[in-house]
C-alpha cells in the first residue's frame, strides 16, 4: 500500500495546483545537491531515485511508480541528498514550494503524508547503506524484495546494471545468483524485467538463514 493510500489521499484532486511535464526516458528530474523548491507527483511512468556515496557512485534507493510523489524531503528549499531519474517516458506535475500551504490547508492529513514520506526516506537510505557489507546473495535477496513490495503483481523494468548499480555487486555476479535461482524457480528474469516466483525463500536470503 503506498503512503496516499495509506493516508486515504487522491493527489489527482490537486493536480491543478501543479504544472504538466513530460520527461523522456533517461531525464534527470533533480540532482543530488540541487536545492528543492518543491516536489512531484508522478502520473505515468517510472522513476529511479539514487544517491552518490563515498567512493561510488548511483546507489539505487528506490522505485516510484505511478500515482506516487517524488522529491519531497527537499521541497522546503532544503539540499536534495538524491537524484531522481525517468526509467521510461514518464508524465510528473510538479508543485512549487509556494503552493503546499494551500494544499495542506484542504487536507490537513497532508502534512502527516509529508512527515511519514520524509521519515520512509531516510530509513531507506540508513538501510541501503548499512547493507554495504553484507553477503551478495542477502544483498540482492533485500534488494529485490524492497521493490517487490512497491510492484507487488507488476513486472520489475530493472536491468543488471542497475542492480549492480544498487548492490555494488558486480554484473558476473549478479548474473551467476540469478540464474541459480531461476532455476530454482524463484524469480523469473527475461534479461530486461523480473519477477519474484517465491518471496518466501528471499525473504530467509534476506534475513540471512541460507
Same mark, same amino acid.
Given at each position: 500500500? #503506498?503512503?496516499?493510500?495509506? *493516508? ?12 504538466? !511535464? ?16 518543491? $516536489? ?17 557512485? +548511483?546507489?539505487? %534507493?528506490?522505485?516510484?511508480? @505511478?500515482? !506516487? ?6 521541497? +522546503? ?6 537524484? &531522481? =531519474? ?8 510538479? *508543485? ?9 490547508? !484542504?487536507? @490537513?492529513?497532508?502534512? !502527516?503524508? *509529508? ?9 531507506? $537510505? &540508513?538501510?541501503?547503506?548499512? &547493507?554495504?557489507? %553484507? @553477503? &551478495? ?11 517487490? +513490495?512497491?510492484?507487488?503483481?507488476? +513486472? ?12 555494488? %555487486? ?7 545468483? *540469478? ?12 534479461? =530486461? ?5 517465491? @518471496? #518466501? ?10
Amino acid at each position: 500500500m #503506498t503512503l496516499l493510500n495509506e *493516508f486515504n489521499i487522491n493527489w489527482e484532486e490537486f493536480v491543478k495546483y501543479g504544472s504538466r !511535464q513530460f520527461l523522456e526516458k533517461n531525464s534527470v528530474i533533480y540532482k543530488q545537491g540541487e536545492i528543492g523548491d518543491g $516536489f512531484y507527483y508522478l502520473k505515468k511512468g517510472l522513476v529511479k531515485v539514487m544517491t552518490t556515496t563515498a567512493g561510488r557512485s +548511483d546507489l539505487l %534507493l528506490k522505485i516510484v511508480l @505511478p500515482t !506516487q510523489l517524488v522529491g519531497i524531503q527537499a521541497m +522546503d528549499q532544503l539540499v536534495h541528498y538524491t537524484t &531522481a =531519474k525517468t526509467i521510461e517516458d514518464s508524465v510528473l506535475y510538479f *508543485f512549487p514550494y509556494n503552493t503546499i500551504e494551500e494544499i495542506m490547508l !484542504q487536507k @490537513p492529513t497532508i502534512n !502527516q503524508l *509529508f512527515l511519514q514520506s520524509v521519515i520512509n526516506e531516510m530509513n531507506t $537510505f &540508513a538501510s541501503k547503506i548499512n &547493507a554495504e557489507r %553484507l @553477503p &551478495a546473495e542477502q544483498k540482492l535477496a533485500i534488494l529485490l524484495l524492497n521493490i517487490y +513490495d512497491e510492484f507487488s503483481q507488476y +513486472d520489475i523494468p530493472l536491468l543488471q546494471k542497475d542492480i549492480a548499480s544498487s548492490t555494488g %555487486l558486480t554484473r558476473i555476479t549478479i548474473y551467476k545468483i *540469478f540464474k541459480e535461482w531461476s532455476e530454482n524457480g524463484y524469480i523469473e528474469n527475461t534479461g =530486461k524485467s523480473f519477477s519474484i516466483k517465491n @518471496p #518466501t525463500v528471499l525473504k530467509k536470503y534476506a534475513e540471512g538463514l541460507y
